[in-house]
């Protein structure tokens, strides 16, 4: 037996388990075995706080709409309220919430307080995209939003802008579907010639991958792991997922049968996080495999005790531990385009 599946359930603080199971309950209560989401119903466990042009914590937050065909494009911009030392200028973070591609937006709490500290601590201008949810709207919806949002913020035609900030240093982040979701548009957008934006580094928080395969994580630590299940993330790529798609497609299982091969992408270096309490480990393991195959930079961080979600729960130890290596990565890319 190995030693992932000697596992016990996580120690937790009480408020946090207590969090955990709120969350996951009000998930598991609106979905329906026809793939529709009870909206009323998830909304009551999604709570929700408005942009703040007051700074909070010395982070001012302001909503943009974007121009664009559905109407329901939009997204929450993050300004540090102390400005740079030395007239250096700010990275750029283009933050996608995670939420199975089916709940949340970047108005939910948790990402709210999770993109202020981003902001706060690497420091950046964070931009968070609210892209539309599935069953509602199906792949590849969410990636074209992902990308209409970069095109629109290239434009720099909307106010609350700092002026300190550098579209040539343009970091693609995202957790859980929004990792996912960050991979694609960053794959998306290394074939697109932008007029000021310049993709320099993708960080990924525990990001949605999959296959038809059930991997050693997900045999072994499901209904042990916390807030996420098999039948929980398989429910969510089939109201994802047009009908008739299987999980080797290559939206989920990004290196499988069906994936592409980036070898001649100018995609950037990638910072990937992995738990060990999160039946998704495995994925990520294979996502970085498949990048370093493909002769791509990648650098896989892992905690052993680490949940699903852990990097919105401050009270856990890992998500500052995260936050510092996030702030690394940043500041390591930003030295090494002085030496380009």
């Given at each position: 037996?190995?030693?992932?599946?000697?596992?016990?359930?996580?120690?937790?603080?009480?408020?946090?388990?207590?969090?955990?199971?709120?969350?996951?309950?009000?998930?598991?209560?609106?979905?329906?075995?026809?793939?529709?989401?009870?909206?009323?119903?998830?909304?009551?466990f999604d709570p929700k706080?408005?942009?703040?042009?007051?700074?909070?914590?010395?982070?001012?937050?302001?909503?943009?709409?974007?121009?664009?065909?559905d109407g329901n494009l939009?997204?929450?911009?993050?300004?540090?309220?102390?400005?740079?030392?030395?007239?250096?200028?700010?990275?750029?973070?283009?933050?996608?919430?995670?939420?199975?591609?089916?709940?949340?937006?970047?108005?939910?709490?948790?990402?709210?307080?999770?993109?202020?500290?981003?902001?706060?601590?690497?420091?950046?201008?964070?931009?968070?995209?609210?892209?539309?949810?599935?069953?509602?709207?199906?792949?590849?919806?969410?990636?074209?939003?992902?990308?209409?949002?970069?095109?629109?913020?290239?434009?720099?035609?909307?106010?609350?802008?700092?002026?300190?900030?550098?579209?040539?240093?343009?970091?693609?982040?995202?957790?859980?579907?929004?990792?996912?979701?960050?991979?694609?548009?960053?794959?998306?957008?290394?074939?697109?010639?932008?007029?000021?934006?310049?993709?320099?580094?993708?960080?990924?928080?525990?990001?949605?991958?999959?296959?038809?395969?059930?991997?050693?994580?997900?045999?072994?630590?499901?209904?042990?792991?916390?807030?996420?299940?098999?039948?929980?993330?398989?429910?969510?790529?089939?109201?994802?997922?047009?009908?008739?798609?299987d999980r080797n497609h290559?939206?989920?299982?990004?290196?499988?049968?069906?994936?592409?091969?980036?070898?001649?992408?100018?995609?950037?270096?990638?910072?990937?996080?992995?738990?060990?309490?999160?039946?998704?480990?495995?994925?990520?393991?294979?996502?970085?495999?498949?990048?370093?195959?493909?002769?791509?930079?990648?650098?896989?961080?892992?905690?052993?005790?680490?949940?699903?979600?852990?990097?919105?729960?401050?009270?856990?130890?890992?998500?500052?531990?995260?936050?510092?290596?996030?702030?690394?990565?940043?500041?390591?890319?930003?030295?090494?385009?002085?030496?380009?």
């Open positions: 037996m190995s030693e992932r599946a000697r596992k016990s359930p996580p120690r937790l603080p009480l408020k946090v388990k207590f969090m955990l199971a709120t969350h996951t309950f009000g998930s598991d209560a609106a979905r329906r075995s026809d793939l529709t989401v009870n909206r009323s119903l998830l909304s009551v706080v408005p942009a703040s042009a007051k700074p909070i914590d010395g982070v001012t937050s302001f909503d943009t709409s974007i121009d664009h065909h939009w997204f929450r911009l993050y300004n540090p309220t102390t400005a740079p030392t030395g007239g250096s200028r700010m990275p750029l973070i283009v933050y996608f919430h995670g939420g199975g591609f089916f709940s949340m937006g970047a108005d939910t709490k948790r990402f709210d307080q999770l993109c202020r500290r981003f902001t706060r601590e690497v420091p950046a201008v964070v931009i968070s995209v609210n892209y539309r949810l599935a069953p509602e709207y199906q792949y590849p919806l969410q990636y074209q939003d992902g990308f209409d949002a970069l095109k629109f913020i290239d434009g720099m035609n909307f106010e609350n802008f700092s002026a300190n900030v550098d579209l040539g240093q343009c970091f693609m982040a995202g957790d859980g579907a929004g990792g996912n979701l960050a991979h694609y548009v960053t794959l998306r957008a290394s074939e697109y010639d932008f007029s000021n934006l310049k993709i320099i580094g993708l960080i990924a928080l525990q990001p949605f991958f999959g296959g038809k395969e059930r991997t050693e994580s997900e045999i072994n630590l499901d209904g042990v792991a916390p807030v996420l299940s098999v039948e929980r993330t398989d429910w969510a790529w089939k109201a994802f997922m047009p009908q008739g798609s290559h939206t989920i299982n990004v290196f499988g049968p069906n994936g592409e091969d980036i070898s001649g992408k100018k995609f950037p270096p990638t910072l990937v996080f992995a738990g060990g309490f999160d039946i998704l480990q495995d994925w990520q393991r294979k996502y970085c495999e498949g990048l370093k195959k493909c002769g791509k930079e990648v650098r896989l961080v892992e905690y052993p005790d680490a949940i699903h979600g852990f990097y919105t729960v401050p009270e856990l130890p890992e998500t500052s531990l995260m936050m510092g290596e996030v702030r690394a990565f940043v500041q390591n890319r930003l030295r090494s385009l002085i030496n380009e």
